[in-house]
């Protein structure tokens, strides 16, 4: 296989032209998990026999039910195709989101890193799949970097790794992250009806808010006006922003950039053309970075192509376990990715 970084065309989940687009998957049922940290709530699709386990972890903002399409995809077998690889798909809420209590305090990147850590650990789950969004792949990639023995693969849907080029959205982010500003910010967002936010919110991660079906909307909506129920919402919110900002100042050994190049797991990083909060150029980069690395740019996407392009991501994850398997699993296939990736570089 090819280290590829493409920007080709590639076609839309199949909609018959003219039928209305079909009811939404349901958000998967879940459960609290107590840990050593505390309690997070896990979302978990059923599994067949022999299923291999994978861990979701989502981005800022977000939580365990962004993953339900595409947890619903990669975790049934593929019809045709009966060598398919399926996953045993659980998606948690880090402390503070979605439906997990708060943390002791502690919203950085690194308290996230020891949840999905101890997730991993008291579920008996190691070595997994890690399928992550956003800040969550911040927060996966330093998974990976410190405990290689709990992470099979990596897979990354437009990761939040560090990149100093001013853009409108990530710099309303590190203006929001300032002490004292956030908070005020976030007590006049909510002041704006639920909607409007929901709305604003799905203009900015989604190419064509469009796409999303209005049970889905509907759905946003709600949670929106739940979290706002939530006395500790807002904190988890801008802790963990201003945590991901200081992140994107540190270089050296305590870089993001220095985790991605300790990753000795495959990884798969996708990018969307038309994301407007992780620039797709750094797609280049996570090709440079990550030893073993298959780095693609979807074209048309945005910054939740789980989301937005379920069907296309499970595509790319299962091609890419497929060659996974094929070069004799992932201690194998990571060495001879990484002897392309060096060579990719020497040509170019």
Known sequence: MRLRVTNQPTPRDPVPPGAPPPEPVPHW???????????VYVRSAPAIAGAEPAIFIHGLGG??????DLMDLLSRPVEGQPAA???ACAASDLPGFGSSPPASGDYSINAHARTVIQLIEEQGLGPVHLVANSMGGAVSTRVAAGRPDLVRTLALVSPALPDLRPRLLPMRLALAALPGVGSVIMEGLRRLPAESRTDRALRDVYTDPGVVHPARRREEIAEVLRRDSLIYANEALVMTARSLVSEYLKVGKRSLW?????????????????????NPVMAAKAARAFPAARVLVL????HVAMMERPALVASEIRAFLDWVQESGGPGIAAEQISDETAANRMQG
Do not use: E
């Open 29 to 39: 049922p879940g459960r609290l998990v107590g840990l050593p940290a505390g309690q």
């Open 63 to 68: 939580s365990s039910t962004n993953w339900t």
């Open 85 to 87: 690889p399926v996953f």
């Open 258 to 278: 220095r985790d991605a190049a300790m990753t000795a797991a495959p990884v798969l990083v996708l990018h969307g053309s038309h994301d407007r909060l992780v």
């Open 299 to 302: 074209s048309g996407v945005g």
